[in-house]
């Protein structure tokens, strides 16, 4: 894009369509639409950063893997372009040298937020600060943001549903002519993705009986990640997830906000999550992977934001964490959404509001009426839109969006201290409730209807934990790994070299697939135990085999009979097999 590139460009006639990135959030709408251009030899593709988002860290990154050719922003605006497409009002828009279409990076436009300055097109602006007056400007729907000297700065700006055309006209009369209703590219991407939910669970190795429950936050300090709220719940959320929840029973997921994950550092943000992390919870990637995590939730506790919006029209369940209406247009769906939807109650026992809104879940009808108005339609609404504009014809062949990806398969590591909790029922089955280094003793006792015996404990622990003293202590210690792993040798091996060194230790187990460990025991016993992959997680069995060894139960009858494992309300066969 230097000053003489037009006479060195191989295709010097191609027409030039500027995708216009504020942040990184803006961005992934963008993505969600470039595939539109794919495959049209009159296009060429550009990209710039407005600079005027106070959250740059990743944009350099992304669009150097986006892979088309960046413009600095004084260039960009120097330069002529046939179409700009954007997914913010931030950066001098109405300088652009080309006709300009803008989408929503969210579900529509929902927040008020401060002036002068927050969120203008003056460079260095776009803080967003939330205004908590009532009759603050709305972001994308007031003048301040869409005219210029009086003018629209878009020529198309692109809505999902007609009530957002409402509250535009009524807002900013003088836009209203220049709105499009496009459909949501974004919610598109996950409509066509549903039936593959199974594979994005199995994706976070959510197993049968398991219940899939996301954590997401949007950025501010009011969302449930923040701490500008009356409480900061965080803190107190985070050890709770995994200490209450029982891991066999839940599979623990977390999205964060690009301008949090940005923001703050993607190191800092592992940093503070990290017991919740050694303890089962995923850390979702906040670009690729959390449309897919929504697919395959089973519950969400959420906030204000757009994430939450998106999972309640899916029709996931939502348990509000952080819920302000300060910031919020009243009379948008979202507000609507912050005023019906479930709260959470930081002080009441974690699990059983998680199985009160999963057991009385009703959907709402606003989220998934009014997320879009063309379900399934928008690549279509949106290239005869920027084709329009562009001012050629659409090409021949269908207009569509990529299919979301398939993430890569990420199964819970807990490197935490388990405590674990068995029964035995009836011979040959254990009920089990294991817990991640809970802050209190688990209070509920194992599963299972008509059970008899007493509730036993003990301490389960991966040998990679941080924590020497906990492996010091353990009765089962357990890791997971390739049977041909040359560096940890031969699973029986393995065993037989961590009984060596933790005398305490009662049994060792080495999770070699989904569905596959091999144990020894104290006494010298050396056993397989197999099950289904999608079955219960092998080191848990591997936990109910040390309990049903400690109960008294003969190796030769698990032999001969297999072990039930009993996870929740759901049972699992394991095979034992003696290996020598």
Request: glycine letters at 10%; one cysteine or more; a neutral charge.
């Amino acid at each position: 894009m230097g000053d003489e590139s037009g006479r060195w460009d191989t295709r010097g006639r191609c027409l030039r369509v500027l995708f216009v990135v504020h942040n990184v959030t803006s961005a992934t709408r963008l993505l969600d639409v470039l595939p539109l251009f794919r495959d049209d030899t009159r296009v060429q593709l550009l990209a710039t950063c407005t600079g005027s988002s106070p959250f740059q860290a990743g944009v350099a990154q992304l669009l150097a893997e986006v892979a088309v050719p960046v413009l600095p922003w004084e260039q960009a605006l120097r330069t002529p372009v046939a179409l700009a497409v954007s997914a913010s009002f931030g950066g001098q828009l109405q300088a652009l040298q080309g006709k300009l279409a803008v989408l929503s990076h969210g579900v529509g436009y929902n927040k008020t937020l401060a002036t002068p300055g927050a969120g203008s097109r003056e460079p260095g602006a776009g803080s967003r600060t939330p205004d908590t007056g009532s009759d603050a400007p709305v972001f994308g729907m007031s003048p301040e943001w869409l005219l210029a000297d009086g003018t629209p700065i878009a020529d198309a700006m692109v809505l999902s549903h007609p009530e957002q055309l409402v509250r535009l006209r009524a807002a900013c009369p003088s836009a209203a002519p220049t709105a499009v209703l496009g459909g949501d590219p974004c919610f598109d991407r996950m409509l066509a993705a549903r039936p593959h939910r199974d594979r994005f669970r199995r994706t976070l190795g959510v197993r049968r009986g398991q219940r899939l429950l996301v954590l997401n936050s949007t950025w501010n300090p009011e969302s449930l990640f923040g701490d500008g709220g009356a409480e900061d719940l965080l803190p107190s959320l985070l050890p709770r997830l995994t200490g209450e929840l029982p891991a066999d029973e839940y599979r623990l997921a977390a999205v964060l906000h690009p301008n949090i994950w940005h923001g703050h550092g993607p190191g800092q943000i592992r940093a503070w999550l990290h017991r919740a992390r050694r303890g089962g919870l995923a850390l979702l990637d906040p670009l690729e992977g959390w449309r897919q995590a929504l697919l395959a939730a089973d519950a969400v506790i959420g906030d204000h934001g757009s994430v939450s919006y998106y999972a309640a029209s899916l029709g996931v369940p939502v348990l509000l964490g952080a819920a302000p209406l300060s910031g919020l247009d009243p009379r948008s769906p979202v507000a609507e959404f912050v005023r019906t939807a479930p709260r959470l109650d930081p002080r009441a026992p974690l699990r059983r509001q998680v199985e009160s809104l999963l057991d009385g879940h009703r959907p709402l009808p606003g989220p998934a009426a009014l997320t879009t108005s063309a379900p399934g339609e928008s690549a279509a609404l949106l290239r005869k839109v920027f084709y329009r504009l562009i001012g050629i014809p659409e090409p021949p062949w269908p207009a569509l969006l990529d299919p979301l990806p398939l993430p890569p398969y990420d199964p819970p590591l807990r490197t935490a201290p388990l405590r674990v909790l068995t029964r035995l029922p009836q011979a040959g089955e254990v009920a089990l409730r294991r817990f991640a280094e809970p802050v209190h003793e688990p209070a509920d006792e194992p599963p299972g209807e008509g059970s008899a015996g007493d509730v036993a404990a003990h301490l389960a622990v991966h040998e990679d934990t941080a924590d020497p003293g906990a492996a010091a202590s353990a009765d089962v210690i357990f890791r997971y790994g390739d049977a041909a792993d040359p560096r940890l040798g031969p699973p029986a091996n393995w065993c037989a070299e961590v009984l060596a060194r933790w005398p305490h230790c009662a049994l060792a187990a080495y999770v070699t697939g989904p569905g596959d460990c091999t144990v020894r025991t104290r006494a010298g016993d050396l056993l397989r135990l197999t099950a289904a992959p999608s079955a219960a997680d092998p080191a848990a069995g591997a936990s109910a085999l040390h309990a049903a060894l400690a109960g008294g139960t003969a190796p030769a009858e698990l032999v001969a009979d297999g072990l039930t494992v009993r996870t929740g309300s759901t049972a699992h066969h394991f095979t034992v097999t003696p290996l020598g």
